[in-house]
């Protein structure tokens, strides 16, 4: 196994059993490049890969900062729905991206059954599309990015801030960033003028230099498809 990894035994919240789960020695990760919607690219293996934990023997899996955290509630949608038709299979070791995938979806469909807020399906929904992007993969990875933003307008119309590790003003950021990419160009414009002219959100200068860069290219995007 890549030495950058190790496995560590997790009891797993739904079924009760000791699993091994495969973690990444961050700090050995070094940043290659960031993309404009806050994926990150490393030089020797992608974190992103080992981001979600899953139990070999019901099939939960979860975000690893939020595997422990489930709710006891959510416990029994778990196991009629996924836990019934799982067959074991493991998830620890070295994964490639269509393995990362497995995970990822895996993950989405237990939050869907838990009928889990619209912040927490956008945050993943907004993963799978990057590794679709590492994949190459530019039909699926736009499927994504319309269900991501979809979810983070959703989640910031009704839901009360921090979303998560979110702010407001991140989040304004990523949906009119989202929106660009998807080809959306005037809803992109929309939230990117809402975002640059809040006084409030001019205490993050990065941010706002950032959404000024992206504001400009979606309005120069615009023009040119007028043409």
Not at 71 to 96: C, H, L, M, Q, Y
Request: charged letters at 35%.
């Amino acid at each position: 196994m890549n030495d950058l990894l190790y496995n560590k035994k997790v009891m797993c919240p739904v079924c009760n059993r000791e699993i091994e789960v495969t973690k990444v020695k961050t700090k050995g990760c070094k940043v290659k490049s960031r993309d404009t919607d806050m994926c990150v690219h490393y030089e020797d293996l992608n974190v992103l890969y080992y981001d979600v934990w899953v139990c070999e023997n019901c099939g939960y899996a979860s975000l690893q900062d939020k595997f422990e955290g489930i709710f006891t509630r959510d416990i029994p949608a778990i196991r009629e729905n996924i836990s019934k038709n799982w067959v074991k299979r493991s998830f620890t070791g070295e994964r490639d991206v269509d393995k990362a995938l497995e995970a990822f979806k895996l993950a989405l469909l237990n939050l869907k059954v838990r009928n889990a807020k619209a912040s927490e399906l956008a945050k993943v929904c907004l993963r799978i599309a990057w590794l679709y992007r590492d994949k190459g993969d530019t039909k699926k990875e736009m499927e994504f990015l319309n269900f991501a933003v979809d979810s983070y307008n959703e989640a910031y119309l009704k839901e009360r801030f921090p979303l998560d590790k979110l702010d407001e003003y991140t989040c304004m950021y990523i949906i009119a960033e989202l929106f660009r990419r998807v080809g959306k160009l005037e809803e992109s414009i929309q939230w990117f003028s809402r975002l640059v002219s809040s006084p409030e959100a001019r205490r993050n200068p990065k941010l706002i230099d950032m959404a000024r860069d992206q504001y400009q290219l979606a309005k120069d995007q615009l023009a040119q498809s007028a043409v």
